[in-house]
């Protein structure tokens, strides 16, 4: 279906561009949202009129959506969750979760405007952005720990999980018998021999 673009949409094109896309996309997506409009010779001569205006008006979100995003930009979100012990979450972290995150600390932002390339599966922090506008997109860090303080290390710089197997490799290290290479398999060092003999 040919459709005239009423707004700026990432991968499609910018205001006043005709493209063609999928039926579902445009009748499920683009029409019922009011981002687009059938192209046919009436929808243009509309759109032709009306231009200015929506040019106009988009300027004006575009620029409010800046402000908006100033306040925003470079925030970061601690999610405490439960995680195995390699680090991996039980579930993962949604855009809902961030959404309310970043709106208990007064950002207002719905959840459509969370742009997650992947989900987030495992401890450690990441960089979300937050969709303002079609042109304006703002990072924001997400800081997903077991608990505060190591959320708090990890927002220092610290890998939380690879000095937790740091600490679990010098611990097992601790236990390991020294092994005598003279001996057989199976064969009782005399060391220990003698100390049976004694009691």
Known sequence: MDIILLERIEKLGSIGDVVSVKDGYARNFLLPNK?????????????EANRDRLEQENAERRSDAEKAGEKIEGAEVTLIRASSNSGQL???VSVRDIAEGLNAKGHEVNKSQIVLERPIKTLGL????????PEVRVGVKVNVARSED???LQSQGVDVMAQMFEEDRNESEGFTEKRDPTLEAGEIPED???????A
């Open 126 to 133: 990441f960089d979300v952005y937050v969709a303002m506008h």
């Open 192 to 198: 220990l021999l003698q100390g049976d003999e004694e």
């Open 90 to 92: 039980y579930g993962s």
């Open 35 to 47: 981002k687009a409009l059938r192209a046919n010779e009436a929808n243009r001569k509309v759109f």
């Open 150 to 152: 190591e959320a708090e």
